[in-house]
């Protein structure tokens, strides 16, 4: 999937993110997001996320390529995740992902 600034590949490599030694992501199914001018980003199907243990923080942001996003937050780390959960026309794929700051 593509549009004219972002394009996304399937990742079927092992994804993992830890935040202060807690695993928060597993994944052989993370989708790979590059989006001109940034790093990429892993998408992480919700089910391979520890969702139990992060919060949805009111930190919200717009972006016109994907849409609006919610931040999610593990105790005192703020804003450390983010997704899309109805993301605009093209980017549906990223949907109720969940993607993570570099740490």
């Not at 052989?28 to 199907?45: A, D, K, M, V």
């Not at 969702?51 to 005192?76: A, R």
Request: charged letters at 25%.
């Amino acid at each position: 999937m593509q549009n004219a600034r972002i394009t996304l590949h399937p990742n079927q490599q092992r994804m993992q993110v830890q935040v202060d030694g807690i695993l928060l992501a597993d994944s052989t199914n993370s989708l790979e997001l590059h989006e001109h001018g940034y790093s990429p980003r892993y998408y992480f199907p919700r089910d391979e996320v520890r969702m139990d243990l992060l919060t949805v923080s009111e930190t919200t942001t717009y972006c016109p390529f994907k849409g609006h996003t919610v931040y999610l937050s593990l105790g005192e780390n703020r804003d450390i995740a983010w997704s899309y959960e109805e993301p605009v026309e093209g980017m549906e794929a990223i949907a109720g992902r969940v993607a993570f700051y570099d740490r």
